[in-house]
């Protein structure tokens, strides 16, 4: 009876589908639907007269784009996964889910996304996020084993949504919409960097090619830091020239770039390195949304 007992649990157990939750789990989805915030804010950031129809697929499409690069994403780093505890426990790489079934899914997920913004928004919208996720897997992802400017690259595709948004909101490829573009681009470096040092025994088990990895002092990663802060400083300032933004976005650039140059300074030049990474990390949490969100309401409210 016993071993008619283990037989039938273990065929269960070989029967059993991955749950609904590992498939969720593996679209990252805090980390996409920022980019589809993004996506959204570029949007309305162009003052646009609101069509629901272009709105709503625009938001879908950018949703599903997202979330199938990050499973693909997962299903190329798997063995990494496994050897990081951070990412150890993602079903691909826990063994929760075959590795051809996240393929096929994150595929899907992301042909359904530019499909459809292709039909409803426009081929322009739908081809910057096919590169995009094309950007995000075959070339950043890649990259992070071999190089060091693997962040960099990264944030290419993680500077188009709101690019994406710009556009699909007939805004063109204006000066503005790559005014966002650079805005993105350059908040993820410091962000990214912050991220690097605080789990860079993690990156190391994983063999990434991180700077943090090859910086031990951590000088250079602070000082990379440093230097696309100011960046970044810079161009998000450049919107105050056009003639619907106005005096809340500068103070709100100024003050917020402020807030992330202290800590950014303090992890180049200061002996706590590793409370001030954590304190990067926050403080480019806090940047992102404030900054997207002042854009749009000095245009819409003020």
């Keep these: 009876m016993s071993s008619l007992t283990s037989t039938l649990h273990a065929s269960r157990s070989e029967s059993t589908q991955p749950p609904i939750r590992d498939f969720v789990s593996l679209t990252k989805p805090r980390l996409s639907l920022m980019s589809v915030a993004t996506a959204i804010l570029g949007y309305f950031a162009a003052g646009p007269e609101l069509r629901l129809e272009v709105f709503f697929s625009l938001l879908t499409g950018t949703a599903l784009a997202a979330f199938g690069a990050a499973v693909l994403n997962q299903w190329w780093e798997r063995e990494a996964d496994a050897r990081m505890q951070r990412t150890a426990d993602r079903p691909v790489a826990d063994g929760r889910m075959a590795p051809n079934v996240a393929l096929v899914y994150g595929l899907v997920l992301s042909a359904l996304g530019v499909v459809l913004l292709w039909a409803q928004v426009g081929w322009v919208p739908a081809a910057l996020t096919l590169a995009t996720v094309l950007l995000y897997v075959l070339a950043y992802t890649p990259l992070k084993r071999r190089s060091t400017w693997a962040t960099e690259v990264g944030a290419i595709p993680g500077a188009l949504p709101p690019l994406i948004g710009w ?74 020239v056009h ?31 590793n409370l001030a990474a954590r304190r990067l990390f926050f403080a480019s949490l806090i940047y992102l949304p404030f900054y997207l969100g002042a854009l749009v309401a000095d245009q819409f409210f003020l």
């Design 167 to 240: 556009v699909a909101a007939g805004g063109g490829f204006s000066a503005m919409g790559w005014a966002l573009f650079a805005v993105l681009f350059a908040w993820q470096i410091p962000h990214f960097m912050a991220i690097s040092w605080n789990f860079r025994d993690d990156y190391r088990r994983g063999g990434f090619a991180m700077l943090s990895l090859q910086d031990p002092s951590g000088k250079r990663v602070g000082r990379r830091s440093v230097l696309w802060t100011v960046v970044l400083i810079a161009v998000s300032l450049y919107p105050l």
């Design 243 to 273: 003639p619907q933004v106005g005096w809340f976005l500068g103070v709100s650039a100024v003050l917020l770039g402020l807030m992330l140059l202290w800590p950014a300074l303090q992890f180049w030049l200061g002996s706590q390195r």
